[in-house]
């Protein structure tokens, strides 16, 4: 079976700054995988290739057994490409049911099925007791989850989720990973950026580290951590590799 996602010898220059540098991952359906690096290794860019908010420099984006490197972020989103966003980008002065019904909107067209959905996916992100209330009022745990509830009810093959677990106590961090694996549960494929490597590396199938732009590793999570280029890269000393 061919992989749900793969992105093949992808750059993205800004200028003279390179972000991506000819990164050719692989998801398949049903994985949660890691996209872990230092800071600016290029992971939310590697993410706006995927979702198609920019189109990569060079290389090819494959979705589902599609070439979809030409396709607006929006094409993608149909054909079930969701994400969040590091930044939250909920509409702060609409209400939480309100921001999950313009997920829902993109696989229902008629008002009252999307809000049913919009209600099916409060309950799921356990946050249906908060529907009523503006996004502006949630607490910043809540925010991350109304994040991933948006992004939920456009009924994605793929859930990208950009650092849903950061800045949260470790209740709430553990709550985020009981809510990643019931989504996974569900079918859903998750490739998930985080930086807190206590709560991401037991959650994941497989890691894949960036650093500078290029893929420095990929593997088991327990592998992965021990490896002396991957340790190098996070405490900043790249010659520091003897074991
Ligand atoms: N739109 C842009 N224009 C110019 N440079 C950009 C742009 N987006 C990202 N960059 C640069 O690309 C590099 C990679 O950034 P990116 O946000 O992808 O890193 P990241 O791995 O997500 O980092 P972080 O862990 O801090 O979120 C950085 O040097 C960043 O400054
Ligand atoms: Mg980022």
Redesign the pocket.
């Known amino acids: 079976m061919t992989a749900l996602l793969e992105t093949r010898g992808v750059w993205q220059r800004?200028?003279g700054?390179v972000?991506n540098s000819d990164v050719s991952i692989s998801v398949g359906r049903g994985e949660i995988v890691g996209l872990i690096?230092?800071?600016?290794?290029?992971?939310?860019?590697?993410f706006n290739l995927i979702a198609g908010v920019l189109p990569p420099t060079q290389g090819s984006i494959w979705f589902d057994g599609k070439d979809v490197t030409n396709l607006p972020a929006a094409e993608r989103c149909q054909r079930g490409v969701g994400r969040t966003f590091?930044v939250v980008k909920s509409f702060e002065t609409m209400t939480v049911i309100d921001n999950v019904i313009v997920g829902a909107l993109v696989r229902n067209t008629v008002m009252r099925e999307a809000r049913r959905k919009a209600h099916e996916v409060l309950e799921f992100t356990g946050l249906a007791a908060r529907a009523d209330v503006l996004a502006s009022d949630l607490v910043p745990a809540e925010k991350r989850r109304l994040e991933v509830a948006r992004a939920l009810a456009t009924e994605p093959k793929l859930l990208l989720l950009d650092?849903v677990l950061t800045g949260l106590t470790p209740t709430e961090a553990q709550t985020g990973v009981a809510l990643v694996r019931k989504v996974r549960d569900t079918g859903i494929t998750v490739l998930m950026?985080e930086?807190v490597m206590e709560i991401v590396m037991p959650l994941v199938d497989r890691a894949i580290v960036?650093d500078l732009?290029k893929v420095l590793v990929e593997g088991k999570p327990s592998d992965v951590v021990r490896d002396p280029k991957v340790i190098s890269a996070y405490l900043g000393d790249r010659h520091a590799v003897s074991a």
Do not use: I, R
């Open positions: 800004f200028g700054l972000a690096g230092p800071n600016g290794a290029g992971k939310s860019t590697l590091q650092e950026v930086h960036l732009g």
